[in-house]
């Protein structure tokens, strides 16, 4: 079995939606009638980079180009698997076309194992003047595309390239160096399967496009608004109220995750959630088509949601289950398999994102980070969540039935499992926990949702000192605006919060300060 390397950009139609068809016809690719030279052979998806958004080079005068990259595992030779590209390709809905333009989808291979290939004729290898219908491996134009470059980047960033014997980030790092393009955006995407919509951010620029998540808790026992919207006609008004006052998801929850919340069985969960969603998305205002997450941790509930109408999962627990901390435990492990299991399943036949929260339990537990200590002086907290929720992210994305990179976001938990000062830290040094570092660090690239509105630890904050005074989590605004400032500087995509009309002017303010 051999590992490739394979390219895929789209810029015609739903590109969204053509690239994860393209993806899917890769994985199902071994099942199908395709004229190959073999009856049987293996193919597998293991891995994805993130998703970026590019000018077009060479031919400018055409849309903008989505672009990604994924890892195979098969058993094909190259020349078959270039075969089996060109049959997706077709099936997706390219037609011959000028080269280098305009494509409903396109698919090359970048790498396959550590292999150099060239089926031309001597004679035809001083240019690359003509390619049609012959092929190189490695790619012979990768050295200039940072397109392509970027996304093998995320995926194998200490890969040395076997002809010019630089590592993939050493490559992209020289390309960046003499570019004159602007960075290209990243996005996140929604395809429910067609894509409702997109978003774009630029990691160089943090904070400045920071968007606002709406939080309905249709609970009776919620910690800032429990019983508030838990009625159908309430729970409207909410969310029209939301969307006027400019946010752009709503996460809608049905199971409070309070410290001594009761227990609520997933079919009461989904009687909660799913009419809620189903009455958004048959209104005739402009909350028809809002994008809507739900905040649950159980496969079933997240598969009724998006069922009536939901786009995104929202998991406090990242697809582990209530019990999988602490996580080196063995039973708790086979338990915690099953969950991921059936939370990935959900996520992949739906293509919808995620929310991966880093967490320990019960919000309330779990506060010692002492074992990461070696980061240094009040670090520990930040590298807990790194190395933690990345080794959970890890495997969500990566082997056979991963989710696509593009599709994650993560969240590193403020206020759950986090003393006061741990907190604090997470919040004033937000943007290491995605940061590319000297050590690898798996969370690097991904986007950041931030969740600090009213929250207990601002209300300890608040307490203390000779002059401090007692709280209810709907006196804590003020403070979650401080909060929402800082997690906006940090880089974070989402913030989610509950007052969007105030927070949502102090989200416009702090992204103004950081653009």
Not at 49 to 55: D, H, K, R, V
Not at 114 to 138: C, F, H, K, W
Not at 222 to 234: E, I, K, P, T, V
Not at 320 to 341: E, I, N, Q, T
Request: proline share 5%; charged share 25%.
């Amino acid at each position: 079995v051999h590992k490739a390397v394979i390219a895929l950009g789209s810029n015609l139609g739903d590109k969204f939606h053509n690239i994860e068809y393209a993806l899917r016809l890769l994985e199902a690719c071994a099942t199908l009638d395709l004229e190959l030279e073999v009856s049987e052979w293996t193919m597998a998806v293991v891995d994805t980079s993130f998703m970026y958004e590019s000018a077009p080079m060479y031919i400018t005068e055409q849309p903008s180009f989505i672009n990604c990259a994924c890892i195979v595992e098969t058993d094909l030779k190259p020349t078959a698997l270039l075969r089996v590209l060109k049959q997706i390709e077709e099936t997706v809905g390219r037609v011959p076309s000028v080269r280098n333009g305009p494509r409903a989808v396109d698919l090359d291979i970048v790498f396959y194992g550590d292999a150099v290939i060239d089926t031309r004729p001597p004679e035809d290898r001083a240019s690359l003047d003509n390619l049609q219908g012959q092929m190189v491996v490695p790619h012979p134009r990768l050295h200039e595309r940072d397109f392509v470059l970027r996304p093998v980047a995320d995926m194998l960033p200490d890969y040395v390239h076997p002809a010019y014997c630089k590592s993939i980030k050493q490559m992209l790092s020289s390309l960046a160096s003499t570019s004159t393009e602007p960075p290209m955006k990243r996005h996140s995407v929604d395809p429910v399967p067609d894509t409702l919509t997109a978003w774009t951010y630029t990691p160089a620029k943090p904070g400045s496009d920071a968007m606002v998540m709406a939080t309905l808790n249709v609970t009776p026992d919620s910690f800032s608004d429990g019983a508030q919207h838990n009625q159908l006609s309430d729970a409207l008004n909410y969310v029209n109220e939301s969307i006027s006052a400019g946010c752009n998801i709503i996460d809608i929850g049905g199971y409070s995750t309070r410290p001594g919340a009761a227990f609520v069985s997933p079919e009461e969960e989904t009687r909660r959630v799913a009419p809620v969603v189903q009455a958004i998305r048959a209104n005739d205002g402009s909350s028809k088509d809002i994008p809507i997450s739900v905040d649950t941790f159980r496969a079933d509930v997240a598969e009724a949601a998006i069922k009536a109408g939901a786009n995104c999962i929202n998991d406090v627990y990242a697809f582990m289950g209530a019990d999988a901390y602490p996580f080196h435990d063995d039973h708790r492990r086979v338990k915690s398999d099953a969950v991921l299991v059936d939370m990935k399943a959900i996520a992949r036949r739906y293509a919808v994102p995620v929310v991966l929260m880093h967490s320990r339990g019960e919000a309330s537990q779990n506060k010692d980070y002492a074992t990461y200590e070696y980061a240094g002086k009040g670090a520990a907290v930040v590298e807990g969540v790194r190395v933690e929720l990345g080794d959970i992210v890890e495997r969500v994305v990566r082997g056979k039935g991963g989710l696509r990179r593009w599709l994650v976001i993560v969240d590193p938990g403020v206020g759950f499992s986090k003393t006061v000062e741990g907190n604090l830290a997470l919040l004033r040094d937000g943007a290491q926990v995605v940061a590319d570092c000297q050590h690898r660090n798996p969370l690097a690239g991904y986007p950041v949702l931030v969740g600090t509105s009213r929250k207990s630890f601002l209300g300890t904050i608040l307490q203390g000192g000779a002059d401090g005074r007692k709280t209810e989590a709907s006196d804590r605004d003020w403070a979650t605006a401080a909060a929402v400032t800082c997690a906006v500087q940090q880089g974070a995509l989402l913030i989610r919060i509950h007052d969007v009309k105030a927070m949502g002017d102090v989200v416009t303010v702090a992204k103004a300060l950081c653009s």
